[in-house]
């Protein structure tokens, strides 16, 4: 099946420990991005990338960090600088430049901190 | 800066009855807007995008929107609600390279 798989589902990890959340797409999209979504706050953008080798900060970057070195994957990592990282998160792909927007969601990766 | 409002947090209709989500958008330009669902515990779909054109887009599941420049609003529509509709809806406006998300609104479908 093509889309955008996410792994793990389910992830647990205690104060101070880096975690790294999977994003993969078989959609040939140049494009990809994470997003942050917490109860009442809609979607946040953490990264996004808009080819390989180069990505951008969005709005809340600060505590992640991210790498672009195949068009496939795009994996986020969550430093023990962030800190409130428990949240549910998602990762999209799309088509790069202006204007564009119709993204393809993953079905995200909830991270719990003990 | 480019920001969506939506103004219901929850919204619960009777099942059959008609729905509309509002969402309103500041963006300078002409915008890319969209309204995507979610089930919980699981990523986006897309039901309809607005790119120019006709200002009532159609998308799946029969819902419809309606793009008004003058109100700079984009609310969703369905005439008659069925109970796996219950889930939560976001409104999001294309700005530049990325997707500008709403807070959400929860539609509860009571029977």
């Known amino acids: 099946d093509g889309g955008i798989t996410q792994s793990p589902k389910y992830l647990f990890r205690k104060e101070g420990q880096n975690v790294t959340l999977s994003c993969e797409q078989n959609?040939?999209?140049?494009?990809m991005y994470w997003y942050r979504q917490d109860p009442g706050q809609g979607l946040r953008l953490i990264y996004y990338?808009?080819?390989?080798?180069?990505?951008q900060k969005g709005d809340i970057a600060e505590g992640y960090s991210v790498s672009r070195e195949k068009k496939e994957s795009f994996p986020l990592t969550v430093t023990s600088a962030q800190k409130n990282p428990t949240a549910f998160y998602l990762c999209?792909?799309?088509?790069?430049?202006?204007?564009?927007?119709?993204?393809?969601f993953g079905e995200g990766s909830r991270l719990t901190v003990l | 800066a480019q920001s969506v409002t939506q103004p219901d947090i929850h919204i619960t209709v009777s099942e059959g009855a008609s729905l509309e989500l509002r969402c309103n958008y500041s963006?300078?330009?002409?915008?890319?807007l969209f309204w995507y669902v979610q089930s919980p515990g699981q990523g986006l779909q897309l039901l309809l995008k607005y790119f120019s054109g006709d200002t009532l887009v159609q998308g799946i599941k029969g819902f419809e929107a309606e793009f008004k420049r003058s109100q700079s609003s984009f609310n969703l529509r369905k005439p008659s609600v069925h109970w796996s509709d219950a889930a939560e809806y976001f409104c999001a406006v294309g700005a530049g390279n990325k997707l500008v998300f709403g807070a959400g609104t929860i539609l509860r479908v009571k029977s």
């Open positions: 959609l040939n999209h140049d494009a």
């Open positions: 990338s808009q080819i390989v080798n180069d990505f």
């Open positions: 999209a792909g799309g088509l790069a430049g202006e204007g564009t927007g119709e993204l393809f």
């Open positions: 963006y300078g330009a002409t915008p890319y």
